[in-house]
């Protein structure tokens, strides 16, 4: 079976309920990737006491690392616990992870519910693969833009 790779994120208000929900699914993770934004990450490592992929920390560009790995393909699923109570001072780089999710066509978790579903399905255990839209109107142009 194709090895699959997961985001975990959270942000601090957050944290602990996603080290809670890792650790009840811990099992679950056994041969799965992980890769995490900083502070996430090194709480991962510590609660399920294996590696992870650590990127930079949420505010210093994490976040933009984790939609930048969706972009290449790197990452199956995203478990965002993000917090709808505080504001953040990166919001347009969490706007920006979510919209690069939706635009790549991965499964994302906003909350325990449903990373629930997520971890519990049997497409993420066996060979199931999302389809990767057609981005060929998208890609270069084939005509040069004129400037004036
Ligand atoms: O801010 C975050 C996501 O937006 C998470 O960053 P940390 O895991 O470093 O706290």
Redesign the pocket.
């Given at each position: 079976m194709t090895k699959r790779n997961i985001a975990l994120?959270?942000?601090?208000n957050k944290?602990q309920e996603l080290m809670t929900w890792a650790k009840d699914n811990q099992a679950l993770f056994a041969n799965i990737g992980i890769y995490?934004?900083?502070?996430?990450?090194r709480l991962v490592e510590q609660t399920l006491n294996r590696p992870v992929q650590r990127l930079l920390?949420?505010?210093l560009g994490?976040?933009q690392q984790i939609g930048a790995k969706i972009a290449e393909g790197a990452i199956d699923v995203l478990i965002f616990f993000?917090d709808p109570l505080e504001p953040?001072p990166?919001d347009p780089?969490?706007k920006a992870l979510l919209r690069i999710a939706a635009l790549y066509n991965i499964p994302v978790a906003c909350n325990k519910a449903s990373a629930d579903y997520i971890i519990n399905s049997p497409l993420l255990h066996n060979d199931y693969k999302p389809d990767l839209p057609d981005f060929s109107a998208y890609t270069s142009r084939q005509t040069p833009i004129d400037i004036v």
């Open positions: 994120v959270a942000h601090d944290k995490a934004t900083g502070t996430t990450g920390s949420g505010p994490g976040d993000w953040q990166h780089d969490i």
